[in-house]
């Protein structure tokens, strides 16, 4: 497991609205990335992973799969978890993980 994999691991052992990284989860044969909540909003958005559409994260944990999607321009949940390993490693680097 690198040092990467262990952040996120160990950032997953939060309560979904304690967490400060992505997370996939999947239901339904869907596969969907949870954005972290910013401190401004009031729920969470579920990207789907392969498609640049996203929902509520309390429509997608009360309807699953069959959550209403809306399109998103420039995001999806790979992207997400794309950007968050990138910062991770660059704080790692930068010495801020010990």
Known sequence: MTDIDAIFAADRQHP??????PWPETRDGLTVVV?????????????????????AYADWTANGARARFF???????????RKARTLVASEIADGLWN
């Open 71 to 81: 399109g998103h321009v420039d995001t999806c949940g790979d992207d997400l978890i």
């Open 16 to 21: 979904p609205h304690e967490r400060s990284l």
């Open 35 to 55: 954005e972290p909540k910013p401190h401004w909003a009031g729920d969470m958005r579920a990207f789907r992973s392969d498609a640049r559409e996203y929902c």
